[in-house]
């Protein structure tokens, strides 16, 4: 039985042929068994002590899990980065896209929702698990960039040949399982590859926003231009805390049952930063980067803006402010100062 919610425009949901995919490949195989390779994968996750660490994912089961349990909510952070970005450049038309450490192919279905116009897609990963289940999974797709997708194995360090270059690059839940120091050159290299925009996604975690952080840095050293989630080109000024959104999922079946999980919905949060080779098409003066709160005397929000940081309050005696300020949604842009 499927549980009707209430119209909600934050919701979004996997694409249907995606969604039906993993439902098929999971239905070839006891539930059982794919069941227990999710909780295997992720007792393994909270289990990690090393940063740059991450399971192995060696199997079809170990891949299956991965699906059932993972594929979704990084849908849901990869979409909500991408339709950020796309939102501040509209007239911006990719065509090309690499995909580096590209698991299943979770972010080349997010992408091709967001810009419709891409049309040649390569994705780079390790695993052949991996690879072939991704494969399977965008031979399901109507889209004739999906189908065709150009699949490489290999890992991120191994030398790039000269000559390739793509519209976006995307790096998305690879920086984090990558050992610390050596970051920075892949960081480089995706840059190298990227003609256009260079997209970093990571758990909204402090941990994760870090990691986005220090590339942001490097990437503005190398002469970017930022898109989102940042109003300017300046370092990061937040201070003993860290920059996330949510991006709210209505989680399929399979996903309920890997996560034993009541819910039919959740917010993935997020950390990234787009940059590019060119500026965005308008300035923007802020970001809400906090849910507002409010409280019977006022109502108050957290603003990333070329100012800084900013906390901005509207007394509920001013209905009209307190009421704007209530109302704005985590993750919106401010095109002028309140």
Same mark, same amino acid.
Request: with cysteine.
């Given at each position: 039985?499927? @549980?009707?919610?209430?119209? $909600? ?8 042929? !995606? ?11 006891? #539930? ?10 992720? @007792? ?7 940063? +740059? ?37 509209? =007239? *911006? ?9 590209? /698991? ?5 279905? #997010? ?15 390790? @695993? ?5 289940l991704g494969r ?47 970051? %920075? ?7 190298? !590859?990227?003609? +256009? ?6 758990? /909204?975690?402090?941990? +994760? ?15 970017? #231009? ?31 049952? #890997?996560?034993?999980? =009541? ?7 997020? %950390? ?13 003066? +802020? ?15 957290l603003i990333s ?12 005696? $001013?209905?009209?402010?307190?009421? *704007?300020v209530k109302h ?11």
């Amino acid at each position: 039985m499927i @549980e009707r919610l209430p119209p $909600d425009p934050r919701m979004i949901a996997l694409p249907a042929e !995606l969604r039906n995919a993993i439902a098929q490949a999971l239905d070839r195989v006891p #539930a059982i068994r794919w069941m227990t390779a999710a909780r295997t994968l992720s @007792e393994q996750y909270r289990a990690l002590d090393d940063i +740059g660490a991450a399971p192995a994912v060696r199997t079809h089961l170990d891949a299956l899990g991965y699906a059932a349990l993972f594929m979704p909510a990084t849908y849901a952070q990869l979409y909500g980065a991408m339709k950020a970005a796309a939102e501040r450049i509209p =007239s *911006w038309s990719p065509e090309t896209m690499l995909d580096m450490g590209s /698991g299943p192919g979770t972010a080349l279905w #997010a992408a091709t929702v967001c810009w419709p116009s891409l049309r040649d897609l390569t994705a780079w990963e390790r @695993e052949p698990v991996l690879i072939a289940l991704g494969r399977n999974f965008a031979h399901a797709s109507a889209n004739p960039a999906l189908r065709s997708v150009r699949w490489v194995q290999r890992t991120l360090q191994a030398p790039i040949e000269r000559g390739f270059r793509f519209d976006l690059v995307v790096l998305g839940h690879v920086l984090g399982e990558i050992p610390p120091d050596e970051r %920075s050159a892949i960081v480089e290299t995706a840059w190298r !590859l990227s003609r +256009g925009m260079l997209l970093i996604v990571e758990p /909204g975690t402090s941990v +994760g926003f870090a990691v986005v952080r220090a590339a942001r840095d490097l990437l503005l050293a190398n002469g970017a #231009a930022t898109i989102a989630p940042c109003a300017h080109d300046r370092p990061c000024p937040l201070t003993n805390d860290w920059c996330h959104f949510p991006q709210r999922l209505r989680r399929p079946e399979f996903q309920r049952r #890997a996560r034993g999980a =009541s819910s039919p919905w959740e917010d993935a949060k997020y %950390s990234y930063a787009a940059l590019t080779r060119f500026p965005p098409e308008r300035p923007v003066w +802020g970001r809400v980067i906090r849910e507002p709160t409010f409280n019977k005397a006022y109502a108050e929000v957290l603003i990333s803006s070329r100012d800084g940081i900013l906390r901005h309050r509207a007394l509920k005696r $001013d209905r009209d402010a307190f009421k *704007w300020v209530k109302h704005l949604e985590w993750g919106q842009t401010l095109e002028e100062q309140p």
